[in-house]
């Protein structure tokens, strides 16, 4: 179940659910918190619950692997999420900045525009009978280039920088063999690289981190660290909850109509979905001693996984229903909380409301040809596609 939870059946309520189990993972014990009081008490209180363990791979890498990553220099200090220790603060505020809300909101009639072309092109090739995939025509890349124009980012292919992340989330996070792991470790140390040559001179957000890492004397690689993060968690989980949420409404006619009509509010719908379908189903943090959750003994260096996915469910008034504004729909946990709590939480918000409403229309008269399937994975869907097409009696 740890690699399928948005698979897991959850009778209608949650109550007669346990609210925190034990599971296993090649010799690992997790413990799973699902309930939503439990995972705040856990993400509320860092010094019994340290991030610290939010980086590491999952299923441990072979001596092979770790060896091609050590050949590239491949170094992940605490900077953000997996940072317990008292550089998290002023390395998180850098971040904050670049992220500032004032700055996200600059960027909204600019992404409007990019969306609205884009949406153009689609409804004219549904129009000619073609199918589209809203994954890799609509929002694939769209976090990406949102992110450049907030950070200063390395000179690369989007497609690269899609191949690198997608490989760093499948190498730390889903269950793996050996050949894929090496295969992968290949992809994630020939990318840093990249970054570590461009973290060295970069300005902006990298430049300050930089200048912050010297002055504080933190370990070299830490502005790496943190454009690594960006990188993985910041593009990638948006284009992510694009395609999830988009997937989710092509099945809610009644949603669609209300937005048409504008009797339903588009912030209202992307808190559902971020409810419903968050990209990032659940987060890791390490007991620093000994102590319990609801009665369970949980040792010192125990793994606990926070099932936000499921967090969020019971909290609303209709736990499966995709109903904007209902009672409970804004309690999910889908960024987290407390100290780690996401940066990057307004402009996905953002982001996610512009492309619902330029994109809104286009699913109301839409057939699903293919719907979005996931990889196994802990903490990321990595959805791989979502295909589309019109039918020809709407096109006459
Ligand atoms: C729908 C999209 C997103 C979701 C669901 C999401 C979710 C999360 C979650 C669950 C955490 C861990 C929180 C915790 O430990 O309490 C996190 C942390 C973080 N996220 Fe996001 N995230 C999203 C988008 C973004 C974006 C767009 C950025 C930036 C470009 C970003 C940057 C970060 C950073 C830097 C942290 C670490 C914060 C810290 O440790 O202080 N995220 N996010």
């Given at each position: 179940?740890?690699?399928?939870?948005?698979?897991?059946?959850?009778?209608?309520?949650?109550?007669?659910?346990?609210?925190?189990?034990?599971?296993?993972h090649?010799?690992?014990?997790?413990?799973?918190?699902?309930?939503h009081?439990?995972?705040?008490?856990?993400?509320?209180?860092?010094?019994?619950?340290?991030?610290?363990?939010?980086l590491?791979?999952?299923s441990?890498?072979?001596?092979?692997?770790?060896?091609?990553?050590?050949?590239?220099g491949?170094?992940?200090?605490?900077?953000?999420?997996?940072?317990?220790?008292?550089s998290?603060?002023?390395?998180?505020?850098?971040t904050?900045?670049?992220?500032?809300?004032?700055?996200?909101?600059?960027?909204?009639?600019?992404?409007?525009?990019?969306?609205?072309?884009?949406?153009?092109?689609?409804?004219?090739?549904?129009?000619?009978?073609?199918?589209?995939?809203?994954?890799?025509?609509?929002?694939?890349?769209?976090?990406?280039?949102?992110l450049?124009?907030?950070?200063?980012?390395?000179?690369?292919?989007?497609?690269?920088?899609?191949?690198?992340?997608?490989?760093?989330?499948?190498?730390?996070?889903?269950?793996?063999?050996?050949?894929?792991?090496?295969?992968?470790?290949?992809?994630?140390?020939r990318?840093?690289?990249?970054?570590?040559?461009?973290?060295?001179?970069?300005?902006?957000?990298?430049?300050?981190l930089?200048?912050?890492?010297?002055?504080?004397?933190?370990?070299?690689?830490?502005?790496?660290?943190?454009?690594?993060?960006?990188?993985?968690?910041?593009?990638?989980?948006?284009?992510?909850?694009?395609?999830?949420?988009l997937?989710?409404?092509?099945?809610?006619?009644?949603?669609?109509?209300?937005?048409?009509?504008?009797?339903?509010?588009?912030?209202?719908?992307?808190?559902?979905?971020?409810?419903?379908?968050?990209?990032?189903?659940?987060?890791?943090?390490?007991?620093?001693?000994?102590?319990?959750?609801?009665?369970?003994?949980?040792?010192?260096?125990?793994?606990?996984?926070?099932?936000?996915?499921?967090?969020?469910?019971?909290?609303?008034?209709?736990?499966?229903?995709?109903?904007?504004?209902?009672?409970?729909?804004?309690?999910?946990?889908?960024?987290?909380?407390?100290?780690?709590?996401?940066?990057?939480?307004?402009?996905?918000?953002?982001?996610?409301?512009?492309?619902?409403?330029?994109?809104?229309?286009?699913?109301?008269?839409?057939?699903?040809?293919?719907?979005?399937?996931?990889p196994?994975?802990?903490?990321?869907?990595?959805?791989?596609?979502?295909?589309?097409?019109r039918?020809?009696?709407?096109?006459?």
């Open positions: 179940m740890l690699f399928r939870t948005w698979d897991q059946p959850f009778d209608n309520d949650g109550r007669a659910e346990a609210t925190v189990a034990v599971t296993d090649v010799g690992v014990t997790h413990v799973v918190v699902s309930d009081r439990l995972v705040r008490q856990v993400l509320a209180d860092p010094d019994t619950f340290r991030p610290d363990n939010a590491d791979a999952i441990p890498m072979p001596v092979s692997a770790l060896r091609v990553l050590t050949s590239y491949f170094k992940l200090p605490a900077t953000l999420a997996n940072n317990g220790g008292v998290h603060p002023a390395i998180r505020e850098i904050a900045q670049a992220l500032h809300p004032a700055r996200v909101e600059a960027l909204r009639p600019w992404l409007t525009g990019v969306v609205r072309r884009r949406v153009a092109t689609l409804a004219a090739r549904l129009r000619a009978g073609e199918s589209v995939d809203l994954y890799a025509d609509l929002a694939a890349d769209l976090p990406l280039l949102v450049a124009k907030l950070v200063e980012l390395p000179d690369a292919d989007a497609a690269v920088v899609k191949e690198f992340s997608r490989a760093a989330l499948e190498l730390f996070w889903a269950p793996l063999d050996a050949p894929r792991q090496l295969a992968l470790a290949e992809t994630v140390g990318f840093h690289t990249v970054l570590r040559d461009f973290a060295a001179t970069a300005g902006g957000m990298v430049g300050e930089r200048a912050h890492t010297a002055a504080a004397g933190l370990p070299r690689d830490t502005p790496v660290g943190a454009l690594f993060f960006l990188l993985v968690a910041g593009q990638e989980t948006t284009s992510q909850f694009l395609t999830l949420l997937h989710r409404l092509s099945g809610e006619p009644a949603v669609l109509d209300g937005l048409a009509r504008g009797t339903v509010g588009v912030d209202d719908v992307v808190e559902e979905g971020l409810r419903l379908v968050p990209p990032i189903p659940t987060w890791r943090r390490v007991a620093a001693r000994d102590t319990e959750l609801d009665g369970l003994p949980v040792r010192r260096g125990a793994s606990i996984v926070l099932w936000l996915a499921r967090a969020g469910l019971a909290v609303a008034e209709h736990p499966h229903d995709f109903v904007p504004g209902q009672r409970g729909s804004r309690r999910h946990l889908a960024f987290g909380a407390g100290a780690h709590r996401c940066v990057g939480a307004q402009l996905s918000r953002m982001e996610a409301a512009v492309v619902v409403t330029e994109t809104a229309p286009l699913l109301r008269d839409i057939k699903v040809l293919r719907a979005p399937w996931c196994d994975n802990l903490s990321f869907r990595m959805p791989d596609t979502f295909t589309i097409h039918p020809t009696w709407r096109n006459s």
